[in-house]
């Protein structure tokens, strides 16, 4: 149904700054749920920022506030997450997300299997 392509992701130097985007084919976020996760080397999964698709609420982990912001531009159908400081310990596979069903009070939104369609993920290499 939904197909999620990241982009955006590189080498970058602590301290500096990438943007990533999450496209679709075929379909459009809008009214979706789309959410970022990430996952490093021997890491489990973890969850990093949505965007909510009703009345565009945004909540972060903890780890990332200040430093990252998820936005959505409805007419590219786009997500972006917009890093910024980025840190050594932020190497990691960067996946898109999203819940196609998005209605009324969420809680689960940190959980991998609230989501519906994942991208193929995209590589940030962070380096000292």
């Known amino acids: 149904q939904v197909q999620l392509v990241e982009s955006g992701g590189g080498l970058v130097e602590a301290g500096g700054s990438l943007r990533l985007s999450c496209a679709t084919s075929g379909r459009t976020f809008s009214g979706y749920d789309v959410g970022w996760f990430r996952q490093a080397p021997g890491k489990e999964r973890e969850f990093v920022a949505v965007n909510r698709g009703s009345g565009g609420t945004t909540y972060y982990a903890d780890s990332v506030k200040g430093r990252f912001t998820i936005s959505r531009d409805s007419a590219k159908n786009t997500v972006y997450l917009q890093m910024n400081s980025l840190k050594l310990e932020e190497t990691a596979n960067y996946y898109c997300?999203?819940?196609?069903?998005?209605?009324?009070?969420?809680?689960?939104?940190?959980?991998?299997?609230?989501?519906?369609?994942w991208g193929q993920g995209t590589q940030v290499t962070v380096s000292s």
């Open positions: 997300a999203a819940r196609t069903y998005a209605r009324g009070l969420w809680v689960g939104f940190r959980k991998e299997v609230e989501y519906d369609y």
